[in-house]
């Protein structure tokens, strides 16, 4: 079992820059490839980031490749998306993902397994 905690949301003007920080609880967080995902308003949810245990593999989504940043510490079981140059169509609930990944997995994964509760980020024009 392990439990999320998101932090690190807020209200932001377009250029500024974020960092989201999920923190985990339970054991074995290095046995986990954690993934951000976000919601906006009306539609799906999507994937836009993931990185494998060791930290050495990392997944973007079109939207965000270029500008946002995943990155784990696994002595802090933590996982961090740095977001920069945000725009107003970054506007989200943002959540943090987990899914135990054995030896050759698929990366990025298909469907996880944890979830934190969301942290919203509103970028103003």
């Known amino acids: 079992q392990v439990q999320l905690i998101e932090s690190g949301g807020g209200l932001v003007q377009a250029g500024d820059s974020l960092r989201l920080s999920c923190a985990a609880s339970?054991?074995?967080?290095?046995?986990?490839?954690m993934g951000w995902h976000r919601q906006a308003p009306g539609k799906e949810r999507e994937c836009i980031a993931a990185?494998?245990?060791?930290?050495?593999?990392?997944y973007y989504s079109d939207s965000v490749k270029g500008r946002f940043t995943i990155s784990r510490d696994n002595a802090k079981n933590t996982v961090y998306l740095q977001m920069n140059n945000l725009n107003p169509e970054d506007t989200a609930v943002y959540y943090c993902?987990?899914?135990?990944?054995?030896?050759?997995?698929?990366?990025?994964?298909?469907?996880?397994?944890?979830w934190g509760q969301g942290t919203q980020v509103t970028v103003s024009s």
């Open positions: 993902a987990a899914v135990w990944a054995p030896i050759g997995a698929n990366f990025p994964p298909k469907a996880y397994d944890y």
């Open positions: 339970g054991r074995a967080f290095s046995s986990y490839v």
């Open positions: 990185i494998n245990k060791g930290g050495m593999n990392t």
